[in-house]
């Protein structure tokens, strides 16, 4: 018997503390169970460090690279795939083709990015949106002209450790709309997820591209198509975020500049009012934003605005137009509900038709998308504020071609990188080490003023620094070949300094209280170390 009144008597003790309220748990007990697993140890140690994630989130946030944790998050991710965030958590991705081998290896070298946006129609892979087909067919099933194992390009996907986001579209060559439509539209976005989520590691899904040209029915049916897609997907996978419609709102002149993008504009804006009218129900856990320069339409050429130059005609351009579908959806009931620009990529200032890149149109498309990628991730995360994700896919990564999209490539026609990637690539890698620190100067529409900020880590701090590009109505975009001065004040004495151009030149400068900066139009990136 007295084994067992032993027994008894230790059980009757345990029970007395712990009703008692004196037992203590492991800080990194986190479910309480008096253990430590493998994965809480992981999850503790990465605390929330500003990650914007956990253990088994897909995302290998700075904190988990850093200390080698969270194995399932950051294990299969290529030397040049990284975690695609930026030290203050910022998302960077970039548009692809399926099927390009070059262009894999600037991702993943050149850019060193995972998270991937490729479009997707419906009518690629069914005639009927009941019945679907890996073999993805251009530009239908209907008419297959080219063909693509969809499978086994993510099955690539897979090996390259990236995480894709599709942007998955309705039946775009369909010219009526009907009910059963919608079915197809929400079988479509079910079956692709349910055969894709895993393999292709995906945490973000866009919906139906630039509904004011591709979409042929009402508001409300489109509307309702959004949210049926939007059920389906997050009754099986609530933690991918699903995204609006990707409304574009660039074109900024009057109504007759270009009658047909001038209708689609007028439809966008429709949808735009009718999605931002809390009644009507829509569904989405993003706002998407496409984020694509402000243009003006001119001899039936587009032309960009320089990035610091607000639209005239049209609130919602570009940069500007953050703010304003923030206010839109404050207003509205959705304060937590975060904008990203899922779609950016402009090929840089020029936009006309061209198969090749000389070298000074190159070193201007690089100056540009930097102005333009620097004050979008400002404006994105002021308009977000706490609520993550915030975020751009901001190149597309293929040839610039004569012919559609591929006219905005970023790369050059035979695949390689141009100067204009490899200095957004500079500047990512800035960020990924600074954090945002304050806007130090420059204001829009104010072509003569410095435009500065400043970035820190640690004893380091990051200033960059351009001069506007000047506006002229009708013309396009050139470097202007002026300066703006601006005498930068340091509060202590500096160590070193460093100044590094786009293309990554750098020189040293002689360490003083006071730098005198001369902003040109191609950015600068001025480091300053601190003993």
Partial sequence: MKPLLIIFAALAIALLILFSGCVTYDECDLNKDGKVSEIERQECAQGDGNTGGKCGDGICGPVEKERGICPGDCEGIKPGAGSSTDAD????????????????????????IKYIKVRFQQQFFSEDGVNFSNFMCHPSQADCKEKIDLDKEVQKIKENGWSLIPMLSHNTESQTFVSSDIEGYANYADWFLSRYQKDA??????LINHPGESWKGTKEQLLEANNK??????????????????????????ETAMTNQDEYLKKTLEYVDYFLDKENGAKFDIWSFHGYPAKTASGGEFINYPPTKTAIFNKYAHIGGIAEIRERLNINGW???????????????????????????????????IQSLLLSKMQLMASNGNYWPYGMVALKIYPKLNKGEFRLGSLKSDGSATKMVKSVALLWSKLSEYSYDSHISGEFDNEDEAWIEKFSSGSKDLYIFFKPFEYHAGQTIEFDGKIADYALALDRAPASITLTDTEGNTSSITPDTTIAIEAENAPNFLEIKYE
Wanted: aromatic residues 12%; glycine residues 10%.
């Fill in 229 to 254: 897609a939007y059920e389906e997907i997050k009754s099986k996978y609530p933690d991918v975020l699903v995204s609006t419609p990707g409304f574009e709102y660039w074109l900024d002149g009057e």
């Fill in 89 to 112: 958590g910022f998302l960077w991705g970039a548009e692809f083709a399926l099927g390009q081998g070059m262009a894999a290896d600037v991702i993943n070298s050149t850019l060193k």
């Fill in 335 to 369: 304060q937590n509900v975060p904008i990203m620009d899922f779609e950016n990529g402009t090929g840089g200032a020029i936009v006309r038709p061209m198969g090749t890149v000389s070298d000074s149109e190159d070193r201007l498309n690089a100056a540009f998308e």
């Fill in 201 to 206: 590691n995906i945490k973000y899904v866009e």
